[in-house]
């Protein structure tokens, strides 16, 4: 990649690192609790930078350019984060702490919406966490996409009501609720195994032999 | 030996690596946050807040003392530090310009698309694909189909226009 006449900015990483250091001090005189979610997340972001992990690359390349490692990957990040997510649940609520899931109504907008966002990640080279990670990376391009990005929240936000009125909307339908924890978590996990093999089918359908 | 150690900070890790740690820490963000890590939500109120200030939007009651308490701000501002940090660690860091005047308006239209879809479904790749799939809610899946069908459109428009 770009290995070639790079000095070394490792007296920039040092003053990043202090100035980091600093806000979590500064951090803990607030809260414990954004200063743990603050760690946390430059240890996301470090994760998608050194992993190349992009949610948009795992939906278009398979039909761009054929390549599905990084669909595979989404695959097994969601095997592992539906077994963990209904552990970490049903332990919350044996021991009676808050815990809420993402369990969102639904409508047409959220098809739509869905449409609309597949569109605009793969224009702007990247989706909210990708546009995040490579504004990290200097990108220019996705500093741009951000401006959008902070322009349609609010033309969406404000057109959600209209969606509501006039299409409707059905309560968020929580899985487990219906058939139970155990088949819901089995069926979703052989839903994935079942996209992984077409994933896999894709692949030597494209590349040939493989 | 010391190769693997200089793949840690210089990378790049392997995808299925990625994948496991980013389940591992999107996982202790459910914990400590008790509710699954999102990004748009917080989005859209910094741009209430600036819009409501610029005396273009209605005034919705947000206040910069609410943004700044908010887990959200610290969570998408550590993933923009944390990636810069690994270019860094990796003597990387740099301002990357645009190859091409075409991709400003693709940039600008994209982000637009995605600012609006997300906040009318009520999520993004990480609110609803991860977590909504995570969370075993059908409108997670829903998404996702809806996503994949926005991104086989996407590429046509791609192929088409800009590349």
Not at chain 1, 23 to 35: C, E, G, K, N
Not at chain 2, 35 to 43: L, Q, S, V
Not at chain 2, 73 to 88: P, S
């Amino acid at each position: 990649m770009e290995k070639k006449a790079l000095t070394s900015q490792w007296k920039l990483n040092l003053g990043f690192s202090f100035f980091i250091l600093m806000l979590i001090v500064l951090l803990l005189q607030v809260s414990i609790q954004l200063t743990l979610l603050f760690a946390v997340s430059l240890a996301l972001g470090f994760t998608l930078q050194k992993s190349r992990f992009c949610f948009t690359s795992a939906f278009r390349d398979p039909l761009l350019v054929g390549y599905t490692t990084l669909t595979e990957a989404l695959i097994l990040l969601l095997a592992i984060s539906i077994p963990g997510f209904a552990i970490v649940s049903n332990v919350a609520g044996i021991l009676h702490l808050p815990l809420s899931l993402y369990v969102t109504p639904f409508g047409i907008h959220t098809f739509v919406g869905g449409i609309l966002f597949g569109i605009g990640m793969v224009m702007a080279g990247g989706c909210a966490s990708g546009i995040l990670m490579r504004i990290g990376e200097g990108f220019a391009m996705q500093m741009i996409a951000f401006a959008g990005l902070m322009i349609g929240a609010i033309l969406g936000k404000y057109s959600l009501p209209y969606w509501r009125a006039n299409f409707g909307e059905a309560p968020g339908i929580f899985l487990p609720d219906i058939i139970g924890w155990l088949p819901a978590v089995v069926l979703q996990l052989l839903i994935l195994f079942f996209l992984w093999k077409v994933t896999r089918w894709w692949k030597r359908k494209l590349n040939g032999v493989g | 030996m010391r190769n693997k150690v200089q793949i840690i900070y210089k990378g790049p890790w392997a995808y299925w690596v990625g994948a496991v740690v980013l389940a591992i820490l999107n996982m202790i963000v459910l914990i400590v946050r008790e509710m699954p890590w999102g990004i748009t939500t917080n989005i859209e109120a910094w741009s209430v807040w600036l819009g409501s200030n610029m005396g273009l939007l209605h005034d919705e009651g947000i206040t910069f003392k609410q943004l700044m308490l908010s887990d959200g701000t610290y969570l998408n501002m550590g993933v923009i530090l944390g990636a810069f940090w690994g270019t860094l660690a990796a003597s990387q860091a740099r301002f990357r310009h645009m190859k091409n005047r075409k991709f400003v308006i693709s940039a600008l239209i994209g982000g637009l698309l995605m600012g609006y879809g997300a906040r009318i479904a009520s999520g993004c790749n990480i609110g609803l694909v991860l977590n909504g799939i995570a969370s075993s809610s059908l409108s997670g899946w829903l998404f996702t189909i809806a996503v994949f069908i926005g991104v086989w459109l996407g590429s046509k428009i791609l192929l088409r226009f800009l590349l």
